[in-house]
């Protein structure tokens, strides 16, 4: 019994120490990632001559290094009927920092639609445009927020839904059936669930050692 004990006993100091390195790697990994990741727009400034032939200004933010973010748009339109989908070139400005100049006709209607990637957490972002194809004056969507003035952010890639949805109607409508990414990647909470086992498994082992002793 003697030897048993010993034997439980190393297993569930292994285990606990295990346990206790996956749990404060996974805090220190949850601090990182604390803040997401999301895209931000706005209209540019009336008057503002350095800025005078950009439509759209879109910022990456959140807190893992954001200005490392793949960030790609397309215009979504219908145009006599016909959809129309449309590659739009982003100019970085600075680093987390994009210009749009308009790459689209003003007959039909349209939306731009912007996707961020950054360390497996999205962020897309839906902008109405207005009759003819312009920007609204007033469009902003700032940092966290999910509804904007003529914007409306999304935690996931956009569907084929979402799209027709944003035509078929106003920003509003977008819609929000699917499911939203988390702001913690999805390895991370994972890992989660295997350093609760294993916290639970080594407790357990702890547990039966104590009773073999006794």
Same mark, same amino acid.
């Given at each position: ?65 954001? !200005? ?35 790459? /689209?006709?003003?007959?039909?209607? /349209? ?52 799209? !027709? ?47 073999h002793a006794n």
């Amino acid at each position: 019994m003697g030897e048993i004990g010993y034997s439980l006993n190393r297993i569930g100091v292994r285990l606990a120490a295990v346990s206790f390195g996956v749990l404060l790697t996974l805090i220190i990994l949850a601090s990182v990632f604390a803040g997401g990741f999301g895209l931000a727009v706005e209209a540019t400034e009336a008057g503002n001559q350095s800025t005078k032939d950009v439509a759209l200004i879109v910022r990456t933010y959140g807190c893992h290094q954001p !200005e490392d973010a793949n960030v790609t748009g397309t215009a979504e339109g219908i145009v006599d009927h016909r959809r129309k989908s449309l590659p739009v070139d982003l100019k970085a400005d600075a680093k987390g920092v994009y210009t749009i100049h308009r790459q /689209w006709p003003s007959e039909g209607k /349209w939306v731009l639609v912007l996707t961020g990637t950054n360390n497996g957490m999205i962020s897309t972002v839906f902008v109405q445009l207005d009759e003819k194809g312009g920007v609204y004056a007033d469009t902003r969507l700032t940092a966290y927020e999910v509804t904007g003035t003529h914007a409306r952010a999304l935690r996931r890639k956009p569907t084929t839904g979402d799209v !027709e949805a944003a035509l078929g109607s106003s920003i509003g409508a977008i819609a929000m059936a699917a499911p939203s990414s988390p702001s913690v990647p999805p390895a991370i909470l994972a890992a989660s669930g295997a350093g609760a086992f294993l916290l639970l498994f080594g407790i357990a082992a702890l547990g039966r050692r104590r009773r073999h002793a006794n």
